[in-house]
């Protein structure tokens, strides 16, 4: 652990999530964000949570699975070589299909990649196992961009993942699209928990407003929890990051929108994952291979 | 999803435009005035909310048309009304059971009551035991109950009068303290209280009471650093209100904080919740505050026990307590426990708070109201 890391750990020695920090702090966790519709943010909001956990001490790998818009490279400013679809196809290693990003993030991007995961024969399948088999050391954390809607893609990921963030914002076709998108989870992917994040609104109250709507209907209608993860502000420093390629929580880490990550994070790590799902690196891609449902 | 807007000349025919055009299942989102007294309602529904679709379609995938037979079909549809006609009659009895339920936790709690009546008087005479069981009702300690009624009763005839008395003694107790926001000179208020009781709600409706319809200065100052997002609270209500804040995580923080707001008419102080049967908790208030000019004001919870609360106000009152805030009355059934929080101390109630909208829902109690709400 580095002189930074130690540091960060120490401001949090005294508020009441002590305990939880280290009980829950270092467990392996996989989060599937996701969003109903394109366009409410769900990408930067998902880059820049890999930061701020990977600030936090968390070894990530964030994985951008958005088959349509997979745009977290161009938001930390990379460049990636080879993706999925290289690693599939073409031999080459792993290594070299991972991108370095800020803070010690490794993106896997999935390319065109993503779509031939849904239907891989069983040898390419342990192909692909045998090639993920040593990232298991190196992270304790995978995130991942679904990319927006209720395809097979979203469904794939979301349905491996521990937890699913959905994100959502204030606009009212944004809150239909999103509960589509809870409805499909709850009702073909057999998910019980749904943490929902708020963007892009002015106060709390507004996201909250937001979150009890889409809470009345839920509650009504599907069997599923829904629980308000976390909300962030509106804030003219993310459009300002995205111009200059840069995180908003890199380049402007004080900015409302910056802190709303971090409570976000938070709020993330402290609830325990969602019981009776794959609890490590290799569970989480065994358990994603597996899923026959997805092949059409 | 099915979302839709409807607007009407009132709620009635909103509603049901709601119900004709989404079906009585539908959730209201939003309902708001337009003005020239017309309403609007945002209303959702999903009419094939937990069928899964794909299911059907994967049968139909798998099987050719032909496959299925209409005998099949039709015995499909018999079982599938069979079903049905079941899930209704389940439905039906655990609602009698979720009923009878309630109606079994009623009578438990009014034998409770009764018995401790009894147990203490025995044979009480029949003027008093009547009295004594409305207060016990209302949430009333058994032997404070008793002991009212024994002074009311002592220069009285009949029941009547009996009951007139311990009528005066309540409205003399629970007559109320000035308001927080009353002050004429500057003063700096700590709001303190075990957790849970709701101080940092209390505090931001008192400071938007204050700033908006009393014209005071007002500042807030977080001292709850322990709480996750404790201070985060604050500054949003601070925000929200256009008010200056800072952050005190200990006492010369405090003391600097008060001299930075100086010229403010009302500082309000967040402290952190602790246990009220723990030493420590209290010792952090003391030294957060001391030698400070900051009045407190204990919080505590409607619905805690009588008993309870008497010996909680009796530890915070040792550092000093200037008026008690009772919070979530809209959340207890019973308010004997007010009584019991200002009987026997020189302390009154300065304020009740009574939901959870901020500023709305604070009020400067009355004492009369108050005394019926004791005697139910």
């Known amino acids: 652990m580095d002189e930074t890391n130690r540091d960060e750990m120490q401001t949090h020695t005294n508020d009441q999530a002590q305990g939880l920090r280290t009980k829950f702090g270092r467990s392996f966790r996989v989060i599937a964000i996701t969003s109903g519709k394109g366009g409410v943010g769900k990408s930067n909001i998902t880059t820049n949570l890999a930061l701020t956990l990977a600030r936090d001490g968390r070894k990530v790998l964030l994985i951008d699975a958005d088959l349509g818009m997979a745009n977290c490279d161009v938001l930390m400013g990379l460049t990636p070589k080879h993706d999925l679809r290289h690693l599939l196809y073409e031999d080459v290693h792993i290594d070299e299909c991972l991108s370095k990003g800020p803070e010690g993030v490794d993106l896997l991007s999935g390319g065109s990649g993503v779509a031939e995961l849904t239907h891989l024969e069983s040898e390419q399948k342990w192909r692909l196992l045998d090639a993920l088999d040593p990232l298991g050391e190196r992270y304790d954390t995978l995130l991942i961009d679904t990319g927006a809607g209720i395809g097979t893609n979203v469904q794939f990921f979301a349905g491996a993942a521990q937890d699913v963030v959905v994100v959502v914002g204030p606009e009212p076709t944004s809150l239909t699209d999103a509960y589509s998108t809870i409805k499909v989870l709850a009702n073909r992917c057999g998910i019980r928990r749904v943490l929902v994040c708020i963007n892009n609104v002015t106060t709390m109250a507004a996201a909250r407003q937001v979150f009890r709507q889409l809470h009345s209907v839920t509650s009504r209608f599907l069997s599923v929890v829904v629980e308000l993860a976390g909300w962030i502000p509106s804030d003219i420093h993310v459009e300002k990051a995205v111009m200059t390629q840069v995180p908003f929580t890199t380049a402007y880490p004080m900015a409302p929108a910056s802190q709303g990550i971090t409570r976000l994070a938070e709020s993330i790590l402290r609830r325990p994952p969602e019981t009776g799902r794959a609890g490590g690196f290799q569970m989480f891609w065994k358990t994603l291979l597996a899923s026959e449902e997805y092949v059409t | ?376």
């Open chain 2, 1 to 376: 999803m099915n979302m839709q807007t409807f607007r009407a000349a009132t709620m009635r025919e909103a509603m049901n435009m709601v119900k004709a055009e989404l079906g009585a299942e539908a959730v209201l989102l939003s309902t708001r005035e337009l003005g020239s007294g017309r309403v609007e309602i945002v209303a959702a529904s999903d009419p094939q909310p937990k069928t899964s679709v794909p299911d059907f379609s994967r049968i139909a995938r798998n099987t050719s048309p032909t496959a299925v037979s209409p005998e099949i079909l039709n015995s499909m549809l018999t079982e599938l009304q069979e079903m049905r006609m079941e899930i209704k009659q389940l439905r039906s009895e655990k609602s009698v059971a979720r009923r009878s339920r309630q109606d079994w936790d009623r009578m438990v709690d009014e034998l409770r009551d009764l018995a401790s009546v009894m147990g203490i008087h025995g044979a009480e005479d029949a003027q008093a035991a009547p009295i004594i069981t409305r207060l016990v009702r209302g949430g009333v300690e058994a032997c404070l109950a008793r002991t009212l009624v024994e002074q009311a009763s002592q220069n009285a005839r009949t029941a009547s009068d009996t009951l007139w008395g311990v009528k005066q003694s309540l409205e003399d107790a629970l007559s109320p303290a000035p308001a927080i926001w009353d002050s004429s000179s500057r003063s700096v208020a700590a709001l303190i209280g075990p957790t849970g009781v709701g101080k940092t709600t209390t505090l931001a409706k008192i400071a938007a009471q204050a700033t908006f319809y009393h014209g005071k200065k007002v500042a807030l100052v977080a001292a709850d650093t322990y709480r996750i997002g404790g201070t985060e609270q604050v500054k949003t209500y601070a925000e929200l209100l256009g008010i200056p804040w800072m952050v005190a995580e200990n006492r010369n923080a405090l003391a600097g904080a008060l001299k930075r707001f100086e010229r403010a008419d009302l500082v309000l102080v967040d402290t952190s919740g602790h246990s009220p049967w723990q030493d420590s908790g209290l010792a952090y208030l003391d030294t957060l505050t001391s030698g400070l000019p900051v009045e407190r004001h204990l919080c505590v919870m409607a619905n805690t026990d009588g008993a309870d609360v008497s010996r909680m106000v009796e530890r915070y009152r040792s550092g000093g307590v200037k008026s008690l805030v009772v919070t979530k009355t809209d959340e207890a059934r019973r308010m004997g426990s007010m009584l019991s929080s200002v009987w026997g101390t020189d302390l009154q109630i300065a304020h009740l708070t009574t939901g959870q909208n901020v500023p709305e829902d604070i009020t400067v109690p009355n004492a009369q109201k108050l005394t019926q709400a004791v005697l139910g």
